[in-house]
Structures are given as structure tokens and as C-alpha cells.
């Protein structure tokens, strides 16, 4: 995620570099997102029959080539390819959470994922200031340090990472089914003790898929912000989203559990979201967003540890797979809705809609939770 953290803020630039413009850019992403969204579930599902460590590693090599290309890159074809090969092969975190499901007990679910997420929150956070300096001296610099980093981490896990699904575990469906793309979708939105749950999922990544790339637009209408000033904003949200996640997710899990948690920070994304939409001076959005970082460090590894202890051993990879397929559809329609709500009603429009994504989320969430203690206490 170091490598993702350093390259994203720079696409635009590669684009521009070979005289495309910002339609060229969005579309770049876009299609990204389109690719993922057919290439999770197949990946997670070949994880779940051939091992995590394989498909892990297929993915790194696959995304080392990636920036390579981008780095040499000298059309705008070139551009494409690598991001096509990259959307293709992105399936990291996909697989990272599949292989602590693997490895972690009922209990520690939440928190390995949490971990894991802590990690990615980490890359992401320092990849951009680490990126911003390499560019200084061109863009095929950070792009070649970026492959480098993908190419010496498949080379770790080669050596030292040791697999987290033994042979006895492990789908045994035939070939062709893998690699059924609807099958491998529609099989996982097919389980009823989880689709209420895949539904909080989406509306809560909804909620705030849109806002990364509206929130310079909103903070430069409503403040005058620079870019410069967005970045140190931006620093700011990753350090809060470290803090609730290595600091107090642990001790908030091991108190309250995950039952508490996923209503608790669905609330505070409501609230918080709602508080960024009605900031009047720059200094409200810093206490806004905390809120908002506090809620989805909660919820997140909460509601994906819930779904990953309903469903079997060997369908983690597709499960997780699933769940790329969600966020990928956010990532797809939350930037559009984002933009049309901001252009077409008002500049506090995304915030206020992401605020009643996540209330109606809570309120699925409220339901579907109250229902498995009702069926519960029945069958006690």
C-alpha cells in the first residue's frame, strides 16, 4: 500500500505527461474500478482452491509490472495497459483478509483485520509524502521505486510467508465454476445469514466513496483552501485513522465487541458527516472528521470479521473477493453521485448524503442484529 500510496496522486500526472487531459485521468479510474470489480471474486475464489500464498504473490508480481510500465511509460496506451494490468492483479487486500481469516481465531477476527487495515491506512498515509518528494526529480522515479517495493515483497513472501490454507481446507469445485465470474458473485449475495450485512457494507463504503476526490472542490469553495493546504487535511485524517485503529479499536473490541461497535460507528459517520456538511469555519471540519475516522475504523473491521465468521473456511476468498466487487461498485457510482449532488443542489450535498447512507445503513444494521439475538434466544 506504500507503492498504491505513492502512485495514486501521481496517475493524473502520467495522463497529463503523455497530453491527455482529466476526462482521460477519471476514466482511467473509472475503468480501474470496473476491472476490480470482475477480477475480486475470481481471485479470492482461486485462493480458496489453489492457497492464499500463490494468488497473493501472482497479484505483487503483477503489480510491480504495473508501475514498471507506468514508469517507462511513453503513450498514453501504455498508460492504460499498466493500469489495465494493475485492476486485473489487484487483489491484495482482497487476499490479505482472506489470509488472516484464516489465521485468526473467532475472537481475534476483528482485530487481525484491523491490524491489517492499520497497515494499509499506514501506506496510504505515507506513500503521497514519500511520492511528492521522489517526483521532484521526474515521475519515473517514484513509479520505479514504487515497482520495487511490489517486487521485493513478492520476494519476501516467496521465502517467508508461510501458507494459511492447508490442502484439506480448500474449495473443490470444479475449475470452471472459479472462474464463472456471476457465479462467483451472486453465490456469495446468495447467503442469507449474510446479505443484510453485504448491504451495510456498500452503503457505508457509499457514504464516503465520493468524497477523496469532492472534498478539495468543497473545501477550496466553501474556505478558499489550497492544494497544499488539502494535503496537510489529508494528513490529518490518516493520523486519526491510525490512532482509532492501533490505538482504540483493540481496546474498544475487547470491551464492547463487534455487535456494539458496527451501531456505534455507523452513528458517528452519520454525525460526522453531517458536521462536515455544516462547517461554517475551517476548524469545525477537524473534529468532523475525526468522527467520521472514528466510525469507519469501528465499523469496517467489525462488520467484515462478522461476515467472515458466517460463512465457511473455504469461502473466504470468495467472501473477500465479494467485498472488493462492493467497494468497487462504490468507488464506480459514489465519485458521480458526489459530483452531480455538489454541481446540481449544493457543495454540502455529498456530505449530506453520505450522512444518510450511513444512518439508513445503521438502521439495516440495527434490524438485521436484532433479529439474529431474537432467532437466538428462540432456538435457546
Known amino acids: 500500500m506504500l507503492g498504491y500510496g505513492i502512485m495514486l496522486p501521481l496517475l493524473p500526472f502520467f495522463v497529463q505527461a503523455q497530453d491527455g487531459g482529466a476526462a482521460i485521468a477519471g476514466g482511467l479510474m473509472s475503468m480501474y474500478a470496473a476491472i476490480q470489480l470482475v477480477s475480486g471474486p475470481i481471485l479470492g475464489a482461486l485462493s480458496d482452491r489453489y492457497g492464499r500464498k500463490p494468488i497473493l504473490l501472482l497479484c505483487l508480481l503483477g503489480t510491480g509490472a504495473s508501475y514498471l510500465l507506468l514508469g517507462l511509460a511513453n503513450s498514453l496506451v501504455v498508460v492504460f495497459l499498466a493500469v489495465f494490468l494493475d485492476g486485473l492483479t489487484g487483489s491484495n487486500l482482497t487476499l490479505a483478509h482472506a489470509y488472516v481469516a484464516d489465521s485468526t481465531t473467532a475472537e481475534n477476527r476483528a482485530k487481525g483485520i484491523n491490524y491489517s487495515q492499520l497497515a494499509f491506512g499506514l501506506g496510504i498515509m505515507s506513500g503521497p509524502i514519500l511520492g511528492g518528494l521522489l517526483s521532484g526529480y521526474g515521475l519515473s522515479l517514484p513509479a520505479l521505486v514504487a515497482s520495487s517495493f511490489a517486487f521485493a515483497n513478492a520476494a ?225
Open 156 to 380: 519476501f513472501g516467496f521465502f517467508f510467508l508461510p501458507e494459511s490454507l492447508s490442502p484439506e481446507r480448500r474449495e473443490t469445485k470444479p475449475l470452471s465454476q472459479v472462474f464463472s465470474w456471476a457465479g462467483q458473485f451472486t453465490g456469495i449475495f446468495r447467503r442469507k445469514n449474510i446479505q443484510r450485512f453485504l448491504v451495510v457494507l456498500f452503503l457505508l463504503n457509499l457514504a464516503f466513496a465520493g468524497l477523496q476526490t469532492n472534498f478539495p472542490l468543497f473545501s477550496n469553495a466553501r474556505f478558499g483552501w489550497s492544494p497544499a493546504q488539502n494535503s496537510f487535511f489529508y494528513l490529518y485524517v490518516g493520523l486519526c485513522g491510525v490512532i482509532v485503529q492501533g490505538v482504540l479499536f483493540v481496546r474498544l473490541q475487547t470491551r464492547f465487541g463487534e455487535h456494539a461497535l458496527i451501531p456505534a460507528g455507523l452513528a458517528f459517520m452519520g454525525i460526522g458527516l453531517a458536521g462536515m456538511a455544516l462547517a461554517s469555519e475551517p476548524w469545525m471540519l477537524f473534529p468532523a472528521v475525526a468522527i467520521v475516522a472514528l466510525g469507519t475504523g469501528i465499523s469496517i473491521p467489525s462488520l467484515t470479521a462478522l461476515v467472515s465468521l458466517r460463512v465457511p473456511e473455504h469461502e473466504q476468498g470468495r467472501l473477500m473477493g465479494g467485498n472488493q466487487t462492493l467497494l468497487a461498485l462504490t468507488n464506480i457510482f459514489g465519485p458521480t453521485l458526489a459530483g452531480i449532488s455538489f454541481d446540481v443542489i449544493a457543495i454540502s450535498a455529498p456530505y449530506w448524503l453520505g450522512s444518510l447512507f450511513a444512518l439508513v445503513a445503521l438502521m439495516v444494521a440495527i434490524v438485521s442484529l436484532r433479529r439474529r439475538e431474537t432467532s437466538k434466544a428462540i432456538s435457546s
